[in-house]
């Protein structure tokens, strides 16, 4: 079964630095470009970053340009997204999502359950 | 402002067609026929229903079915059930400094 699963989400303060990790199973994970897209408490989708299958290509909103950094280890099945210098506003649901087609970072086939990420003091 | 601009909400009786539009710019919707649609239960994460504009991934029901005239793309769900109660997203390509942006959702009642 393909999945994706993420953690790593939690209480932080404005300032502050959190690392999300999102662990995938059942499909070839190298092979695929991930994303990371946020979703605000009572509000809509917004995309945050992409990295392509390889790890040499990473793309970011310019939101979170120079805060945020993707990155994934293939070896581990694992995408991760490191926050630095949070804000309010970041705080949100983040959901890892696998592209429909190996260099697609716009469509979404499959996506984690979430975890949340709370910026207040 | 969500980049991409969709109704807030529409509405239709079971049996009925109903087609959520969500209208960007010709750097976006307009320039890439890589438009994909979403389908989020509150509480669940989003569902692909449609990608690269009209394209369905396996196990979507063809009551769904995507389009684009211009800068704007179209949802249609026909023979509307109960079950596609839900919120509607979404999202375009939008090139290589913006990357990707997403409409504001529309939510679906079913009557």
């Known amino acids: 079964e393909v999945q994706l699963l993420e953690s790593g989400g939690g209480l932080v303060q404005p300032g502050g630095s959190l690392r999300l990790s999102c662990a995938a199973s059942?499909?070839?994970?190298?092979?695929?470009?991930m994303s990371w897209v946020r979703q605000a408490p009572g509000k809509g989708l917004e995309w945050v970053s992409a990295?392509?299958?390889?790890?040499?290509?990473?793309y970011y909103a310019d939101s979170v340009k120079g805060r945020f950094t993707i990155s994934r280890d293939n070896s581990k099945n694992t995408l991760y997204l490191q926050m630095n210098s949070l804000r309010a506003e970041d705080t949100a649901v983040y959901y890892c999502?696998?592209?429909?087609?190996?260099?697609?970072?716009?469509?979404?086939?499959?996506w984690g359950q979430g975890t949340m990420v709370t910026v207040s003091s | 402002q969500s980049a991409l601009t969709q109704p807030a909400s529409v509405s239709g009786s079971p049996g009925q067609s109903i087609t959520i539009s969500c209208t960007g710019t010709?750097?976006?919707?307009?320039?890439?026929?890589?438009v994909s649609w979403y389908q989020q239960h509150p509480g669940k994460a989003p569902k692909l229903m449609i990608y690269e504009g009209s394209k369905r991934p396996s196990g979507v029901s063809n009551r769904f079915s995507g389009s684009k005239s211009g800068n704007t793309a179209s949802l249609t769900i026909s023979g509307l059930q109960a079950e596609d109660e839900a919120d509607y997203y979404c999202c375009s390509y939008a090139g290589s400094s913006t990357y990707v942006v997403f409409g504001g959702g529309t939510k679906l009642t079913v009557l």
């Open positions: 059942g499909f070839t994970f190298s092979s695929y470009a």
């Open positions: 010709s750097s976006d919707v307009g320039s890439y026929n890589l």
């Open positions: 990295i392509s299958g390889s790890g040499g290509s990473t």
């Open positions: 999502a696998k592209g429909v087609v190996p260099a697609a970072i716009m469509a979404f086939d499959i």
